[in-house]
Nanobody, 116 residues
């Protein structure tokens, strides 16, 4: 059974930090590129950060460059999103995504709220 389980979301003040984790099971994690998406109320789901299967290449949305860092540990079947200097506009549900040419899996999402 394929599972992607996100954790680490919560309420944080502007300027604060959070670290999201996504633990994968039920598939060969090291074969999949991993992505973090987010969806704010009333908006589309947007790609935030991406990392290749071996972790050598990362990409970021312009809105988070220099503030967010995606990383992965293939030995732990886990992908992370370190979020620093958080802004109110970062408030959204964050989703973990695993993708190959043939397959795609989604987590259930974790809420991140940036508010004072």
């Amino acid at each position: 059974q394929v599972q992607l389980v996100e954790s680490g979301g919560g309420l944080v003040q502007p300027g604060g930090s959070l670290r999201l984790s996504c633990v994968a099971s039920g598939f060969t994690f090291s074969n999949f590129a991993m992505n973090w998406y987010r969806q704010a109320p009333g908006k589309e789901r947007d790609l935030v950060a991406a990392i290749t299967s071996a972790g050598r290449i990362t990409n970021y949305a312009d809105s988070v460059k220099g503030r967010f860092t995606i990383s992965r540990d293939n030995a732990k079947n886990t992908v992370y999103l370190q979020m620093n200097s958080l802004k109110r506009e970062d408030t959204a549900v964050y989703y973990c995504n695993a993708r190959t040419i043939k397959y795609e899996y989604w987590g259930q999402g974790t809420q991140v709220t940036v508010s004072s």
